[in-house]
C-alpha cells in the first residue's frame, strides 16, 4: 500500500509565502516524477510543478519565478516553496507521484488527498 501524505497549506495574505510538503511511504522500489496539481471550486485540475528523479523542472506559466519545487530522494519527499502568493492560487494542492512498487515493476501514478490553500486577506 503506497500513500502520499500533504501537509504545510493553509490561509496566508496577498504576497505571502507558504511550503508544502508531500512524502510518500509504502512498499515503494522506485520513484520517478513528482509533482503538484492544483484544483479551485469549479476548475479543472491543472499542474503547478513537478520534478524528475534526477531534478529536472518544469512549472506552469503561471507559477514560474514565484513557485519552487524540490525533492528530498532519501526521505521521498517533495517540497513545494510558494511565493508572492496570489488570490487566484487559492486552490486545493495535490501531491502527485509516478513509482512502482516491490513486485510490480509498472510505474503508476498515485495521488495525496490534497492539502487546502487560501490566499486572502
Known amino acids: 500500500q503506497v500513500q502520499l501524505v500533504e501537509s504545510g497549506g493553509g490561509l496566508v495574505q496577498p504576497g505571502g509565502s507558504l511550503r508544502l510538503s508531500c512524502t510518500a511511504s509504502g512498499s515503494i522500489f522506485r520513484i520517478n516524477t513528482m509533482g503538484w496539481y492544483r484544483q479551485a471550486p469549479g476548475k479543472q485540475r491543472e499542474l503547478v510543478a513537478r520534478?524528475?528523479?534526477?531534478?529536472?523542472?518544469n512549472y506552469a506559466d503561471s507559477v514560474k519565478d514565484r513557485f519552487t519545487i524540490s525533492r528530498d530522494n532519501a526521505k521521498i519527499t517533495v517540497y513545494l516553496q510558494m511565493s508572492s502568493l496570489k488570490p487566484e492560487d487559492t486552490a486545493v494542492y495535490y501531491c502527485?507521484?509516478?513509482?512502482?512498487?516491490?513486485?510490480?515493476?509498472?510505474?503508476?501514478?498515485?495521488w495525496g488527498r490534497g492539502t487546502q490553500v487560501t490566499v486572502s486577506s
Open positions: 520534478i524528475t528523479s534526477v531534478g529536472m523542472t
Open positions: 502527485n507521484a509516478e513509482l512502482a512498487v516491490y513486485g510490480d515493476p509498472r510505474l503508476r501514478e498515485y
